[in-house]
Protein backbone atom coordinates (compact mmCIF):
# COMPACT_ATOMS: atom_id res chain seq x y z
CA UNK A 1 0.00 0.00 0.00
CA UNK A 2 1.09 3.77 -0.81
CA UNK A 3 1.41 6.56 1.40
CA UNK A 4 -1.02 8.04 -0.84
CA UNK A 5 -3.55 5.10 -0.08
CA UNK A 6 -2.59 5.63 3.82
CA UNK A 7 -3.03 9.50 4.27
CA UNK A 8 -5.97 10.61 2.38
CA UNK A 9 -8.02 13.51 1.61
CA UNK A 10 -11.87 13.17 0.90
CA UNK A 11 -15.04 14.73 0.97
CA UNK A 12 -17.79 14.16 4.36
CA UNK A 13 -20.51 12.44 2.43
CA UNK A 14 -22.48 11.64 5.82
CA UNK A 15 -22.40 11.14 9.37
CA UNK A 16 -23.79 8.24 12.16
CA UNK A 17 -23.93 10.05 15.30
CA UNK A 18 -24.90 7.14 17.27
CA UNK A 19 -21.76 5.21 16.38
CA UNK A 20 -19.61 8.55 16.11
CA UNK A 21 -18.54 7.58 12.57
CA UNK A 22 -17.97 9.55 9.24
CA UNK A 23 -18.60 8.08 5.69
CA UNK A 24 -16.46 9.52 3.11
CA UNK A 25 -16.12 9.91 -0.30
CA UNK A 26 -12.33 10.38 -2.37
CA UNK A 27 -13.08 11.98 -5.85
CA UNK A 28 -9.27 10.95 -6.63
CA UNK A 29 -10.24 7.45 -6.31
CA UNK A 30 -13.40 7.58 -8.92
CA UNK A 31 -15.12 8.91 -6.27
CA UNK A 32 -15.05 5.67 -4.17
CA UNK A 33 -16.95 6.08 -0.49
CA UNK A 34 -15.47 3.84 2.26
CA UNK A 35 -17.96 2.40 5.05
CA UNK A 36 -18.33 4.85 7.90
CA UNK A 37 -14.85 5.18 9.98
CA UNK A 38 -14.64 6.42 13.47
CA UNK A 39 -14.28 10.21 13.81
CA UNK A 40 -10.83 11.31 15.82
CA UNK A 41 -12.30 13.72 18.18
CA UNK A 42 -11.59 14.42 21.85
CA UNK A 43 -14.77 16.51 21.29
CA UNK A 44 -18.19 16.25 19.28
CA UNK A 45 -17.60 17.98 16.59
CA UNK A 46 -18.36 16.53 13.23
CA UNK A 47 -17.42 17.74 9.89
CA UNK A 48 -20.28 19.32 7.93
CA UNK A 49 -21.44 17.10 5.20
CA UNK A 50 -19.89 18.62 1.87
CA UNK A 51 -16.54 19.22 3.82
CA UNK A 52 -13.08 18.19 3.41
CA UNK A 53 -11.63 15.42 5.68
CA UNK A 54 -8.41 14.48 6.56
CA UNK A 55 -8.31 10.28 7.08
CA UNK A 56 -6.06 8.13 7.96
CA UNK A 57 -6.17 4.05 6.55
CA UNK A 58 -4.16 1.33 8.22
CA UNK A 59 -2.10 -0.52 5.89
CA UNK A 60 -3.80 -3.56 5.15
CA UNK A 61 -6.76 -1.33 3.55
CA UNK A 62 -9.96 0.84 3.98
CA UNK A 63 -11.51 -1.23 5.95
CA UNK A 64 -9.80 0.07 9.28
CA UNK A 65 -9.15 3.98 9.28
CA UNK A 66 -10.11 7.18 11.08
CA UNK A 67 -10.84 10.64 9.77
CA UNK A 68 -9.07 13.03 11.35
CA UNK A 69 -11.34 15.93 10.84
CA UNK A 70 -11.38 18.95 8.62
CA UNK A 71 -8.92 21.30 8.16
CA UNK A 72 -7.60 24.89 6.66
CA UNK A 73 -7.20 25.52 2.95
CA UNK A 74 -8.84 27.63 0.06
CA UNK A 75 -12.29 27.30 0.25
CA UNK A 76 -12.13 26.39 4.70
CA UNK A 77 -10.39 29.44 5.24
CA UNK A 78 -9.14 30.20 9.52
CA UNK A 79 -12.11 32.17 10.70
CA UNK A 80 -9.64 34.63 12.70
CA UNK A 81 -5.72 34.80 11.39
CA UNK A 82 -4.33 35.46 14.33
CA UNK A 83 -2.45 32.74 16.25
CA UNK A 84 -3.26 34.90 19.55
CA UNK A 85 -6.72 33.99 19.14
CA UNK A 86 -8.68 30.33 19.90
CA UNK A 87 -11.70 30.18 17.88
CA UNK A 88 -14.22 27.57 18.56
CA UNK A 89 -16.47 28.42 15.46
CA UNK A 90 -19.85 26.09 16.21
CA UNK A 91 -21.55 27.19 13.60
CA UNK A 92 -22.20 30.08 11.12
CA UNK A 93 -23.73 32.22 14.15
CA UNK A 94 -22.51 31.10 16.91
CA UNK A 95 -18.41 31.19 18.26
CA UNK A 96 -16.42 31.33 20.97
CA UNK A 97 -12.95 33.60 21.13
CA UNK A 98 -10.49 33.75 23.76
CA UNK A 99 -7.61 36.38 23.15
CA UNK A 100 -4.50 34.98 24.95
CA UNK A 101 -2.67 38.47 24.81
CA UNK A 102 -5.90 40.58 26.60
CA UNK A 103 -6.87 37.71 28.38
CA UNK A 104 -10.42 38.18 26.89
CA UNK A 105 -13.38 35.74 26.35
CA UNK A 106 -15.94 36.45 23.84
CA UNK A 107 -18.94 34.45 22.75
CA UNK A 108 -21.22 35.82 19.58
CA UNK A 109 -24.23 34.51 18.88
CA UNK A 110 -27.24 35.46 16.61
CA UNK A 111 -29.70 34.33 19.36
CA UNK A 112 -30.37 34.24 23.43
CA UNK A 113 -27.41 32.73 25.17
CA UNK A 114 -29.53 30.55 27.74
CA UNK A 115 -27.89 29.21 30.82
CA UNK A 116 -29.00 26.20 32.95
CA UNK A 117 -27.79 26.22 36.65
CA UNK A 118 -26.48 28.92 39.15
CA UNK A 119 -24.01 31.57 37.69
CA UNK A 120 -21.79 33.60 39.83
CA UNK A 121 -20.62 36.63 38.38
CA UNK A 122 -17.23 37.89 40.48
CA UNK A 123 -16.59 41.33 39.37
CA UNK A 124 -18.97 43.97 37.44
CA UNK A 125 -21.71 43.39 34.65
CA UNK A 126 -20.90 45.63 31.71
CA UNK A 127 -23.28 46.14 29.17
CA UNK A 128 -21.58 46.77 25.76
Same mark, same amino acid.
Given at each position: ??????????????????????????????????????????????????????????????????? !??????DENPP? #? &???? @???? /? !???????????? #? &???? @???? /??????????????????
Amino acid at each position: MELSDIIRVGIVDGANDQEGTVRVMFPDKDDQVVPDIPLMCHEQNYPRIGESALCLFLPNGTEQGFC !LGGYYHDENPPP #I &KDKE @IYVK /K !LDDDLSIKYDYR #I &KELT @IENA /KDVVINGNLLVKGTIKSG
